[in-house]
């Protein structure tokens, strides 16, 4: 592969020695990687009924190598089913060395498609809540899809400019993850039209985004709150610069050790400024030295800060104002959900019914593609529950389920939108919405009448022959 020659030659300086192994990288084929959803199911478990052969990823505990050239695991159920996220194995370890806990209140700054927010969904089990941002509209809506597969409900999805979140979130984050754009140069190998687009915009260009962008979500983090911030280049300016100019803005912060791996090397103090050692802490991975593509992670703690004692964040809930009495047809149908609903916490509009997340500050004007978990719509005499509900809940939760083993005909059929005759399976005499499963995994609703069910699987999610 021809490296553009002010890109070998700032490597070479990089690198010194090390470079010829680092070149040698680019004969090698790339490597795939598959991360378990652990909201769903446990590793080991995945491990027992995984159809592809898969070897672990070391330094991700949920992460797998498959072999991309000869297997295609977005095309299985299990997929489907959300049990896994396709993603390269270092772009896992942002969101792996993030140490989300469940309640924490996350933001992922840059979030599209949803390698990182999937993953830091997944690690709130459900409580706290997850603001997952994106600029650009068209990839939020593939960020949904994603989070939605992976029945992440406890959500916010936007799109919208960082710092226009800065007036509804000051402190109001607990963690922060920011996956910057960047130059991409770590990425020459697994995508070379990078490099065409790195000659067109080089660090430079980015610097000045990345400055931004970590700078408002500054802000936006509580003191004792964690920000990580990474990128997928090598460059100094990018990487330790960045962190370097967001030290010099807000001095409260400092770099935190990151959960080591034999494969890691150290983040270099010499592109810092001054020099200063704890640029130690932070990460490089370079491809000759891990088998996984380039990348730069730092984590940062937020102290306190002078100015902000007694500072008001802004936050005036949304979920604490009173709620009207649910409609019937809502009531009945959640009668057979065998979970607790917070009735403060539902929010409708018009036929829409939402589920929200707890103590969100009041978002007016704000792009939304997604507030909470949209439970389903609300129809002339009828409720209709949504795909994204049947993907957040567990078979065990729901009273009336046609669990499908994986080698029934039917799987596909349910995935493509198909009809299915289910007569074999339940009384003639059974009615209403049921959840479809493979293997005890749910994939969406179904309306059965007289051994028939009518398929609800959602039209844009369905199986491409």
Known sequence: MNLPKAFEEKMRALLGEEFDAYAACYDEPRYYGLRVNTSKISVEEFQKICPFSITPIPWIKNGFYYDGEKESPAKHPYYFAGLYYLQEPSAMTPADRLPVEPGDRVLDVCAAPGGKATELGAKLQGSGVLVANDISNSRSKGLLKNLELFGIGNMLVLSEEPGKLTGYFREYFDKIL??????????????????????????????????????????????????????CTFDALENEGTIAYLME????????????????????????????????????????????????????????????????????????????????????????????????RFDIRGERVYYMPQDLPALSKVRFLRSGLLLGELKKGRFEPSQALAMNLKKEEYSQTIDLPLSDDRVIKYLKGETLLVDDLVGSKEKGWYLVCVDGYPLGFGKLAGGTMKNKYLPGWRWQS
């Open 249 to 344: 803005k807000y001095p409260e912060f400092e770099i935190c050790e990151i959960r080591p791996y034999e494969g890691f090397s150290h983040g270099r103090s010499d592109c810092a400024p001054g020099g200063q050692a704890d640029f130690r802490k932070t990460v490089r991975i370079f491809p000759h030295h891990m088998k996984g593509e380039g990348h730069y992670l730092a984590l940062l703690k937020k102290g306190e800060a002078k100015e902000t004692e007694g500072a008001d964040n802004g936050l005036h809930s949304e979920t604490s104002k009173a709620k009207k009495p649910l409609p019937d047809d809502l009531e009945m149908f959640l009668k057979g959900i065998k979970r607790t609903f917070d009735p403060g």
């Open 178 to 231: 920011i996956d910057a754009p960047c130059s991409g140069e770590g990425m020459f190998r697994k995508d070379p039209k990078m490099m065409k687009a790195w000659e067109e915009h080089g660090p430079e260009f980015f610097s000045r985004l990345q400055r931004s962008i970590v700078t408002q979500a500054a802000e936006m983090l509580r003191p004792g709150g964690m920000l990580l911030y990474s990128t």
